[in-house]
């Protein structure tokens, strides 16, 4: 049973920059990032395959940077030009959204 933990994550100003990570407890092919906030469904904001082809929501698209360190089993998001509607927790997950961590809350003001 694989165990994701998120870090990072806090608060900016918009326009601003943020980097979340999550560690996995063994490799996970395909690895995602999604995030929810309050009375909204569930929104898929980026994806990695193993060998790096990557995904992106369009909301996302060229302000995100989903990465990963294969060798420490790492998930990196990178969030630059944030924007207020950015603000909601993310969630480091399996590709099939059978595994994922505790979150991290992210706060764009």
């Known amino acids: 049973h694989v165990q994701l933990v998120e870090s990072g994550g806090g608060s900016a100003q918009a326009g601003g920059s943020l980097n979340i990570s999550c560690t996995a407890t063994?490799?996970?092919?395909?690895m995602a990032w999604f995030r929810q906030t309050p009375g909204k469904d569930r929104e898929g904001v980026a994806y990695?395959?193993?060998?790096?082809?990557?995904l992106y929501a369009d909301s996302v698209k060229a302000r995100f940077t989903i990465s990963r360190d294969n060798a420490k089993n790492t998930l990196y998001l990178q969030l630059n030009s944030l924007k207020t509607e950015d603000t909601a927790m993310y969630y480091c997950?399996?590709?099939?959204?059978?595994?994922r961590g505790q979150g991290t809350q992210v706060t764009v003001s």
């Open positions: 997950a399996s590709g099939d959204m059978k595994h």
């Open positions: 063994e490799t996970v092919y395909c």
């Open positions: 990695i395959q193993n060998a790096g082809r990557t």
